[in-house]
């Protein structure tokens, strides 16, 4: 007599309840703002992420560790995101294949302050965010 048969169905497969699964986002309806800083202060939520985005281009052109056998300008393109906390996670550096200038860049960028989190529709949101940097290097 075959007992498996009284604890699964015919396939003996258990259907599961999804999870309720929403895509990040790019443009939300209130964007993150870096804290600790002059950008709260300005008056729209735009200019205030644009200027949230400009500090941390600067913190990076500042701080970031150039070797100095690396001749000519430095450029890279750092995709990263905005949890529902205000965290910058999932850090990505491409356009440079240095292995000390990906590793300073993520170092910087994870030393950050948290941001405000990013809303759409009166919701906190992961948000994909990308910056470019240029850096001239004399």
């Given at each position: 007599?075959?007992v498996?048969?009284?604890?699964?169905?015919?396939?003996g497969?258990?259907?599961?309840?999804?999870?309720p699964?929403?895509?990040?986002?790019?443009?939300?309806?209130?964007?993150?703002?870096?804290?600790?800083?002059k950008?709260?202060?300005?008056?729209?939520?735009?200019?205030q992420?644009?200027?949230s985005i400009?500090?941390i281009?600067?913190?990076l052109?500042?701080?970031?560790?150039?070797?100095?056998y690396?001749?000519?300008?430095?450029?890279?393109?750092?995709?990263?995101?905005?949890?529902?906390?205000?965290?910058?996670?999932?850090?990505k550096?491409?356009?440079?294949?240095?292995k000390l200038?990906?590793?300073?860049?993520i170092?910087?960028?994870?030393n950050?302050?948290?941001?405000?989190p990013?809303?759409?529709n009166?919701?906190?949101?992961v948000m994909?965010t990308?910056?470019?940097?240029?850096?001239?290097?004399?």
């Open positions: 007599n075959d498996s048969n009284d604890f699964f169905d015919d396939d497969t258990e259907e599961l309840v999804p999870l699964f929403k895509p990040d986002i790019s443009i939300p309806s209130i964007y993150p703002i870096l804290k600790n800083n950008c709260p202060k300005l008056s729209s939520n735009r200019e992420y644009i200027c400009e500090k281009k600067n913190q052109k500042n701080q970031l560790y150039t070797p100095d690396i001749k000519g300008d430095i450029r890279f393109s750092i995709d990263f995101k905005i949890d529902t906390l205000g965290r910058i996670v999932q850090i550096v491409m356009g440079s294949e240095n200038i990906k590793t300073s860049a170092e910087i960028l994870s950050l302050p948290h941001f405000t990013p809303i759409l009166g919701e906190k949101r994909k990308s910056i470019h940097v240029k850096i001239k290097n004399e």
